[in-house]
């Protein structure tokens, strides 16, 4: 089983890496975008035929290494 | 007093460590990541580098190796840990410190020598400065933005636990001297127990006046006191 996790900032965390991105978009013209705020993904194949056992696994792949939930977010969905 | 320094791949401040433990006295053994014991000591201590090539988030890779049980275990007795830039991030990774250090708010590695108000000095790493002493000690690092919810915030002050603040020339914590972006200007804290301490700033850098300057001593002198 194939999963697609993730892994975002949570909000009023400061992004200055996405901060730069927003201002070389807008330096090449598309002025009109804001608020690009920058993430993870990651896609995790699971040796497991049971979704429910699978998707357990992941969430724990999350709270445990992937995702830091002091400051970030997580989502995952099943892909194959 | 025993010393050992956690070696990780990419870890590149455990020599120079090394070297001011022992000019302190400290008997100092080098232990590896894989190692699945650790030999009996009062202080370990986790030193600047770039463990694992600062994958996934800094420090996050190391806080998961095999010799971190054991340092987890050392600290749950009671046992002294230092832990100076990377190793504060792995410190805070492994959750032995609360809050994360994020990327410098201006995006840029910063080296240069910054000045420290010395919050609290009646802890184990911090009892030879005074109170509200300024001093000078090294930093280098792009992950040193110390970042905590408000209510972690709000527990680090109440128990005591901010131990040195980014200052300027005349001890005034504001904005102008926060190099990196840090909540609270802060620089290094402890834990509520106060035997594990996590710094962004290098003492083992200036301990030595040839090395542009000594007071990094303080935090040496201290422990073995």
Same mark, same amino acid.
């Given at each position: 089983?194939?999963f ?5 900032l949570?909000?009023?965390v400061l992004?200055?890496?996405?901060k730069a991105v +927003?201002? =070389?978009?807008?330096?090449i013209g598309l /002025?009109?975008? @804001?608020?690009?705020?920058q993430?993870k993904y990651?896609t995790?194949e699971?040796?497991?035929?049971n979704? +429910?056992? =699978?998707?357990?696994l992941?969430?724990s /792949?999350c709270? @445990?290494?992937?995702?830091n939930?002091?400051?970030e977010n ?5 892909i194959? | ?9 990419g870890?590149?401040?455990?020599r ?5 433990l022992?000019?302190?006295?400290l ?9 699945k ?5 009062d202080l370990v201590?986790?030193p ?8 996934l988030r800094?420090g996050c890779?190391a806080?998961?190796s ?5 340092v987890i275990?050392?600290?749950?007795k009671g046992?002294?840990?230092?832990g100076?830039?990377?190793?504060f ?16 708010k201006k995006l840029?590695f ?8 010395v919050?609290n000095?009646s802890?184990p ?13 090294p ?5 040193g933005?110390?970042f905590?919810g ?11 636990q901010?131990v040195?603040?980014y ?5 005034i914590?504001n904005n102008?001297s926060n190099?990196?972006?840090s909540c ?12 594990i301490i996590?710094?962004m700033?290098?003492p ?10 000594t007071?990094?001593?303080?935090i040496f002198?201290s422990?073995?006191?």
């Open positions: 089983m194939k697609e996790v993730f892994v975002t949570k909000n009023g992004d200055p890496q996405g +927003e201002n =070389a978009l807008g330096n /002025s009109s975008i @804001k608020n690009v705020r993430g990651f995790i699971v040796d497991e035929h979704e +429910e056992k =699978a998707k357990t992941v969430k /792949s709270e @445990k290494l992937l995702a939930e002091t400051i997580f989502k995952f969905n099943k194959q | 007093m025993k010393a050992n320094v956690i070696v990780f791949p870890s590149n401040c455990d120079d460590i090394k070297v001011a022992e000019k302190f006295q008997k100092t053994k080098m232990i590896w990541h894989q190692d014991e650790m030999p009996k000591s201590v986790l600047g580098g770039f463990s694992y090539g600062d994958y800094c890779m806080s998961k095999n010799i971190m049980c054991e275990k050392h600290a749950n046992g002294f840990i230092i100076t830039c990377n190793g991030q792995i410190l805070t990774e492994t959750g032995l410190l609360p809050g994360v250090l994020l990327r410098n840029k910063i080296c240069k020598y910054v000045n420290l108000l919050e000095n802890t790493f911090t009892s030879k400065y005074k109170k509200n002493q300024k001093i000078k000690i930093i280098a690092h792009n992950e933005n110390y905590a408000e209510k972690t915030l709000d527990e680090l002050e109440q128990n005591d901010i040195l603040k200052c300027d020339e005349n001890s914590v102008e190099p990196n972006g609270l200007n802060i620089a290094g804290i402890v834990n509520k127990k106060k035997n996590g710094m700033p290098h083992e850098r200036c301990v030595e006046s040839i090395l542009g300057g007071d990094g001593s303080g002198q422990l073995i006191n």
